[in-house]
């Protein structure tokens, strides 16, 4: 009788494959599932701020929603070029001058206004200009307004020199010297050349906007500067 044993045999390579599998996929599993609950609670939260984010901007800009439902009908003819928001937003409290004092979209607050944005070295702008103080003419009121605002920020003896000689009688003089609302537009993606032209509610949600010149003072302008500020 033989009492000795046999040596234990050694794996196979398929057998240890096997083997490495067992120990190591689970582990695998449970580190994936973990950062997919952790992806998922992540976008979770960022859904729920931008939910209640949209949420109050939508509370914030109820009359401009409404304006901008009435408003996107008449974005026609000659101003087939205004893009009127479906989802109107606040806007920056951009900073300017009137008349040398320093003021901000916030004074604007309960009044439709039309916000330009122009230089003396603009060739559209002195195109639409003429137009746009005929517009102030006709409609200028408590509860509308047009805000052209001189975004030159050198030889600031220009710009009234400009309008004197495009003969504006109604606009008042808004300027940006320091090119503080020029900054905070272009950080927003809102200003790529000059003119442009934004519709803000009296709410001081953004309507439209409209880059390139315009006839502000033709039938199609009017109609809908009327509907804007309640006509």
């Known amino acids: 009788m033989n009492d000795e044993q046999d040596p234990p045999a050694r794996a196979t390579p398929a057998q240890m494959r096997a083997i490495a599998r067992r120990l190591i996929l689970p582990h695998v599993f449970i580190v994936a599932a973990g950062v997919a609950a ?9 859904n729920g701020h931008r939910g209640k984010e949209a949420a109050l901007q939508s509370a914030q800009c109820q009359v ?4 901008a439902q009435k408003l996107a009908p008449l974005a ?24 040398g004092a320093p003021t901000d979209l916030a004074a604007f607050k309960g009044r439709t206004i039309l916000l330009n944005f122009w230089a003396t070295w603009c060739a559209p702008c002195r195109q639409e200009m003429p137009g746009l103080d005929r517009l102030q003419g006709l409609a200028g009121n408590e509860s509308f307004s047009v805000v052209a605002v001189n975004m030159d920020t050198a030889r600031l003896d220009r710009p009234k020199k400009f309008l004197q000689d495009t003969g504006v009688k109604n606009l008042g003089f808004y300027a940006d010297p320091k090119g503080e609302a020029l900054q905070a537009l272009q950080q927003a993606g809102k200003l790529v050349g000059l003119p442009t032209t934004l519709l803000i509610g ?22 809908l ?3 804007a500020a309640g006509k």
């Open 38 to 46: 952790s992806l998922w609670f992540v976008l979770y939260v960022m």
């Open 64 to 67: 401009s929603t409404v304006l």
């Open 76 to 99: 026609r003819g000659e101003l087939a070029a205004l893009a009127i928001r479906a989802h109107p937003k606040p806007m920056e409290n951009l900073a300017f001058e009137h008349d």
């Open 202 to 223: 009296p709410d001081g949600c953004e309507i439209g906007a409209l880059a390139g010149p315009a006839a502000w003072d033709g039938a199609d302008a009017q109609a």
């Open 225 to 227: 500067i009327r509907a």
